[in-house]
């Protein structure tokens, strides 16, 4: 089993920062993509940024150059600086990974989408 635990979402004010931080945890053998989506009331799911094992990077045309997706290896933690923030951002947002699981006495097992459970985002103008 793997676990995704978000933090850092809350309320601010237009043009402020958030940084949301997300921990990958659990029978991991290797993480290929990390991301953060988000959803809006009634809508689907959409994507706002990944980042890939190689370090390339992929965002929504809303958030290219106010968002940044960051990875720490190490840590196995992905993060979304969230700076000049609008009204509009206001939504859930969910970590997702792509991991190849560990598997008791083969070592790499097959790849798995996960999500964590959702941090609010609020905005107010």
């Known amino acids: 089993q793997v676990q995704l635990a978000e933090s850092g979402g809350g309320m601010v004010q237009a043009g402020g920062s958030l940084r949301l931080s997300c921990v990958a945890s659990?029978?991991?053998?290797?993480?290929?993509?990390m991301g953060w989506y988000r959803q809006f009331p009634g809508k689907q799911r959409e994507l706002v940024a990944t980042i890939a094992n190689s370090g390339s990077t992929n965002y929504a045309d809303s958030v290219k150059g106010r968002f940044t997706i960051s990875w720490d290896k190490d840590k196995e933690a992905v993060y979304l600086q969230m700076d000049g923030l609008l009204p509009e951002d206001t939504a859930v947002y969910f970590c997702n990974g792509a991991v190849e699981i560990l598997l008791r006495w083969v070592g790499r097992g097959p790849t798995y989408n996960y999500w964590g459970q959702g941090t609010q985002v609020t905005v107010s103008s």
């Open positions: 659990g029978d991991i053998f290797r993480i290929n993509t």
